[in-house]
């Protein structure tokens, strides 16, 4: 899908999700959004009030999106660690249930977490997601 095309649908989230940089709980919430920015999986977009806004310093660095306006980048510092362009926010989107969360670059975090299970890939589809237990047998 060319970024022309692109589309975005919102849900609430029905999960607790933390997420981890350096040792820290830079943001733990239970009213994330999940974005679905490309038909794949969803990204997790959580409320500002629920970030550690004090670790996330705004950067100048900007991105932009059609249906989700400009991404205003941060860098996120946790004592001797910085990671720049760590996290956004489309405070002037288009698309007003965005515009006050907040989306983490999935890699530059330490650790993702819905409920007590780490997530270590991208965030969970709620309509596709099956836990191995549920999984048929392997018989190769």
Partial sequence: MSES??????EDGTKRVRVYLGGEVIA????????WEFPYYPA?????????????TPNGHTQHFPSRGDAHKF???VGERQ???AAWHYLESPVEDLRDLVRFDWNAMDGWFEEDE???????DPYTHR???QLPPYRG
């Fill in 118 to 124: 780490e997530v270590f890939v991208h965030p969970h």
């Fill in 44 to 56: 997790y977009y959580l409320p500002c009030s629920d970030v550690r806004m004090d670790l996330l």
């Fill in 75 to 77: 860098t996120i510092k």
């Fill in 83 to 85: 990671v720049e362009d």
């Fill in 131 to 133: 836990h191995l237990a």
């Fill in 5 to 10: 095309q692109e589309r975005i649908h919102i």
């Fill in 28 to 35: 733990d919430s239970k009213r994330l959004k999940l974005v």
